[in-house]
Antibody
Framework: DVQLLESGGGLVQPGGSLRLSCAAS????????MTWVRQAPGKGLESVST????????YYADSVKGRFTISKDNSKNTMYLQMNSLRADDTAVYYC???????????????WGQGTMVTVSS | DIQMTQSPSTLSASVGDRVTITCRAN??????LAWYQQKPGKAPNLLIY???SLESGVPSRFSGSGSGTEFTLTVSSLQPDDFATYYC?????????FGGGTKVEIK
Protein backbone atom coordinates (compact mmCIF):
# COMPACT_ATOMS: atom_id res chain seq x y z
CA ASP A 1 0.00 0.00 0.00
CA VAL A 2 1.34 3.43 -0.95
CA GLN A 3 1.44 5.54 2.19
CA LEU A 4 2.79 8.80 3.62
CA LEU A 5 2.89 9.40 7.36
CA GLU A 6 3.71 12.81 8.83
CA SER A 7 4.90 13.46 12.36
CA GLY A 8 6.52 16.19 14.41
CA GLY A 9 3.76 18.75 14.70
CA GLY A 10 2.85 20.47 17.93
CA LEU A 11 2.60 23.73 19.83
CA VAL A 12 5.55 26.12 19.55
CA GLN A 13 6.11 29.72 20.61
CA PRO A 14 6.62 32.49 18.05
CA GLY A 15 10.24 32.54 16.98
CA GLY A 16 10.66 28.85 17.79
CA SER A 17 11.58 25.87 15.64
CA LEU A 18 10.05 22.54 14.72
CA ARG A 19 11.03 19.68 12.41
CA LEU A 20 8.38 17.74 10.55
CA SER A 21 8.96 14.26 9.11
CA CYS A 22 7.19 12.40 6.32
CA ALA A 23 7.79 8.65 6.17
CA ALA A 24 7.04 7.06 2.80
CA SER A 25 6.25 3.44 1.99
CA UNK A 26 4.89 1.36 -0.86
CA UNK A 27 6.68 3.15 -3.70
CA UNK A 28 10.22 3.90 -4.89
CA UNK A 29 10.92 7.06 -2.88
CA UNK A 30 13.95 7.98 -4.97
CA UNK A 31 11.85 8.22 -8.17
CA UNK A 32 9.56 11.08 -7.15
CA UNK A 33 9.56 14.78 -6.32
CA MET A 34 7.81 15.48 -3.01
CA THR A 35 6.05 18.60 -1.69
CA TRP A 36 4.89 19.99 1.64
CA VAL A 37 1.44 21.61 1.46
CA ARG A 38 -0.17 23.45 4.36
CA GLN A 39 -3.70 24.48 5.25
CA ALA A 40 -4.42 27.13 7.86
CA PRO A 41 -7.55 26.51 9.97
CA GLY A 42 -10.63 27.05 7.83
CA LYS A 43 -8.54 28.18 4.85
CA GLY A 44 -7.34 26.82 1.51
CA LEU A 45 -4.23 24.93 0.42
CA GLU A 46 -0.76 26.45 0.04
CA SER A 47 2.25 24.71 -1.49
CA VAL A 48 5.16 25.43 0.86
CA SER A 49 8.23 23.60 -0.43
CA THR A 50 9.26 20.94 -2.96
CA UNK A 51 12.30 18.67 -3.20
CA UNK A 52 13.65 16.76 -6.17
CA UNK A 53 13.90 12.97 -6.20
CA UNK A 54 17.62 13.08 -5.40
CA UNK A 55 17.25 15.86 -2.86
CA UNK A 56 19.67 18.00 -4.83
CA UNK A 57 17.12 20.66 -5.84
CA UNK A 58 14.76 22.48 -3.53
CA TYR A 59 12.02 25.06 -4.04
CA TYR A 60 10.22 27.35 -1.60
CA ALA A 61 7.20 29.62 -1.44
CA ASP A 62 8.16 33.24 -0.79
CA SER A 63 6.27 33.10 2.52
CA VAL A 64 8.76 30.58 3.99
CA LYS A 65 11.97 31.28 2.06
CA GLY A 66 14.90 31.73 4.41
CA ARG A 67 13.02 30.25 7.37
CA PHE A 68 12.13 26.71 6.26
CA THR A 69 14.45 24.01 4.90
CA ILE A 70 13.27 20.90 3.07
CA SER A 71 15.43 17.79 2.93
CA LYS A 72 15.17 14.05 2.45
CA ASP A 73 17.02 10.93 3.54
CA ASN A 74 16.58 8.40 0.75
CA SER A 75 18.10 5.64 2.89
CA LYS A 76 15.23 6.11 5.36
CA ASN A 77 12.51 6.90 2.80
CA THR A 78 11.82 10.06 4.78
CA MET A 79 11.38 13.74 3.93
CA TYR A 80 11.78 16.56 6.41
CA LEU A 81 10.74 20.17 6.86
CA GLN A 82 12.87 22.18 9.28
CA MET A 83 10.87 25.23 10.31
CA ASN A 84 12.67 28.11 12.05
CA SER A 85 11.58 31.60 13.12
CA LEU A 86 7.99 30.41 13.27
CA ARG A 87 5.19 32.97 13.18
CA ALA A 88 1.52 32.86 14.07
CA ASP A 89 0.59 32.75 10.39
CA ASP A 90 2.52 29.47 10.01
CA THR A 91 -0.21 27.80 12.07
CA ALA A 92 -1.66 25.10 9.84
CA VAL A 93 -2.04 21.43 9.11
CA TYR A 94 1.04 20.38 7.14
CA TYR A 95 0.64 17.63 4.56
CA CYS A 96 3.33 15.86 2.61
CA UNK A 97 2.39 14.90 -0.92
CA UNK A 98 3.88 12.70 -3.62
CA UNK A 99 4.10 13.96 -7.20
CA UNK A 100 2.12 11.88 -9.68
CA UNK A 101 4.71 11.04 -12.32
CA UNK A 102 8.25 9.75 -11.99
CA UNK A 103 10.84 12.52 -11.88
CA UNK A 104 8.43 15.41 -12.51
CA UNK A 105 8.52 18.77 -10.71
CA UNK A 106 5.46 20.31 -12.36
CA UNK A 107 2.86 17.76 -11.39
CA UNK A 108 -0.33 16.91 -9.56
CA UNK A 109 -0.19 15.22 -6.16
CA UNK A 110 -1.59 11.70 -6.16
CA UNK A 111 -0.77 10.58 -2.62
CA TRP A 112 -1.14 12.70 0.53
CA GLY A 113 -0.34 12.02 4.16
CA GLN A 114 -2.93 12.48 6.90
CA GLY A 115 -1.37 15.77 8.00
CA THR A 116 0.27 17.05 11.17
CA MET A 117 -0.92 20.16 13.02
CA VAL A 118 1.51 22.98 13.79
CA THR A 119 0.31 25.68 16.18
CA VAL A 120 2.42 28.79 16.72
CA SER A 121 1.23 30.63 19.80
CA SER A 122 2.48 32.09 23.05
CA ASP B 1 2.91 33.65 -9.25
CA ILE B 2 -0.10 32.26 -11.10
CA GLN B 3 -3.35 33.17 -9.37
CA MET B 4 -6.19 30.64 -9.47
CA THR B 5 -9.76 31.85 -8.91
CA GLN B 6 -12.58 29.41 -8.25
CA SER B 7 -16.29 30.09 -8.46
CA PRO B 8 -18.60 29.84 -6.76
CA SER B 9 -17.04 29.70 -3.29
CA THR B 10 -20.12 27.88 -2.00
CA LEU B 11 -22.67 25.87 -3.92
CA SER B 12 -25.94 24.43 -2.57
CA ALA B 13 -27.22 21.40 -4.44
CA SER B 14 -29.37 18.30 -4.09
CA VAL B 15 -28.60 14.64 -4.66
CA GLY B 16 -28.93 13.94 -8.37
CA ASP B 17 -28.11 17.50 -9.47
CA ARG B 18 -25.55 18.27 -12.16
CA VAL B 19 -22.93 20.53 -10.62
CA THR B 20 -20.26 22.63 -12.31
CA ILE B 21 -17.35 24.43 -10.66
CA THR B 22 -15.17 26.91 -12.54
CA CYS B 23 -11.48 27.68 -12.08
CA ARG B 24 -9.70 30.54 -13.86
CA ALA B 25 -5.97 31.21 -14.10
CA ASN B 26 -4.58 34.72 -14.54
CA UNK B 27 -2.30 33.43 -17.30
CA UNK B 28 -2.27 30.40 -19.55
CA UNK B 29 -1.42 27.10 -17.87
CA UNK B 30 -2.08 24.92 -20.93
CA UNK B 31 -3.73 21.77 -19.50
CA UNK B 32 -1.63 21.57 -16.35
CA LEU B 33 -4.52 21.57 -13.94
CA ALA B 34 -5.71 19.14 -11.29
CA TRP B 35 -8.86 18.91 -9.18
CA TYR B 36 -9.04 17.57 -5.63
CA GLN B 37 -11.87 16.71 -3.25
CA GLN B 38 -11.41 17.33 0.46
CA LYS B 39 -13.68 16.25 3.29
CA PRO B 40 -13.50 17.77 6.80
CA GLY B 41 -10.47 16.58 8.76
CA LYS B 42 -9.08 14.63 5.81
CA ALA B 43 -6.35 15.15 3.24
CA PRO B 44 -7.27 16.18 -0.30
CA ASN B 45 -7.91 13.39 -2.80
CA LEU B 46 -6.89 13.67 -6.47
CA LEU B 47 -9.86 13.47 -8.85
CA ILE B 48 -8.67 14.88 -12.18
CA TYR B 49 -5.21 15.61 -13.62
CA UNK B 50 -4.09 17.24 -16.84
CA UNK B 51 -7.43 19.09 -16.91
CA UNK B 52 -9.54 16.15 -18.06
CA SER B 53 -7.89 12.84 -17.12
CA LEU B 54 -9.75 10.87 -14.47
CA GLU B 55 -7.57 9.48 -11.69
CA SER B 56 -7.81 5.71 -11.21
CA GLY B 57 -10.66 4.70 -8.90
CA VAL B 58 -12.55 8.00 -9.21
CA PRO B 59 -16.21 7.58 -10.25
CA SER B 60 -17.01 8.45 -13.85
CA ARG B 61 -19.61 11.02 -12.77
CA PHE B 62 -16.65 13.37 -12.26
CA SER B 63 -15.24 15.04 -15.35
CA GLY B 64 -12.94 17.93 -16.12
CA SER B 65 -12.54 20.19 -19.12
CA GLY B 66 -10.79 23.31 -20.31
CA SER B 67 -7.39 24.59 -21.32
CA GLY B 68 -5.46 27.83 -21.24
CA THR B 69 -7.07 29.93 -18.51
CA GLU B 70 -10.55 28.51 -17.96
CA PHE B 71 -11.42 25.10 -16.55
CA THR B 72 -14.46 23.30 -15.19
CA LEU B 73 -15.13 20.36 -12.92
CA THR B 74 -18.52 18.73 -13.46
CA VAL B 75 -20.31 16.16 -11.34
CA SER B 76 -22.98 14.68 -13.58
CA SER B 77 -25.27 13.42 -10.79
CA LEU B 78 -24.35 14.48 -7.28
CA GLN B 79 -24.21 11.67 -4.73
CA PRO B 80 -24.32 11.92 -0.91
CA ASP B 81 -20.58 11.16 -0.73
CA ASP B 82 -19.80 14.15 -2.99
CA PHE B 83 -20.65 16.86 -0.46
CA ALA B 84 -17.19 18.24 0.19
CA THR B 85 -14.83 21.06 -0.75
CA TYR B 86 -13.16 21.03 -4.16
CA TYR B 87 -9.86 22.69 -5.10
CA CYS B 88 -8.21 23.33 -8.43
CA UNK B 89 -4.40 23.29 -8.65
CA UNK B 90 -2.12 24.58 -11.37
CA UNK B 91 1.19 22.88 -11.99
CA UNK B 92 2.35 24.80 -15.03
CA UNK B 93 4.96 26.74 -13.08
CA UNK B 94 6.41 27.13 -9.61
CA UNK B 95 5.09 28.02 -7.10
CA UNK B 96 2.39 25.40 -7.61
CA UNK B 97 -0.79 27.19 -6.59
CA PHE B 98 -4.35 26.30 -5.64
CA GLY B 99 -7.73 27.92 -6.04
CA GLY B 100 -9.55 29.12 -2.96
CA GLY B 101 -11.93 26.16 -2.90
CA THR B 102 -15.62 25.50 -3.58
CA LYS B 103 -17.73 24.03 -0.81
CA VAL B 104 -20.59 21.89 -2.11
CA GLU B 105 -23.36 21.84 0.47
CA ILE B 106 -26.64 20.00 0.76
CA LYS B 107 -29.57 22.14 -0.35
Amino acid sequence: DVQLLESGGGLVQPGGSLRLSCAASGFTFTDYFMTWVRQAPGKGLESVSTISKSGGSTYYADSVKGRFTISKDNSKNTMYLQMNSLRADDTAVYYCAKHFLVGTLYDAFDIWGQGTMVTVSS
Amino acid sequence: DIQMTQSPSTLSASVGDRVTITCRANQSISSWLAWYQQKPGKAPNLLIYKASSLESGVPSRFSGSGSGTEFTLTVSSLQPDDFATYYCHQYNSYPLTFGGGTKVEIK
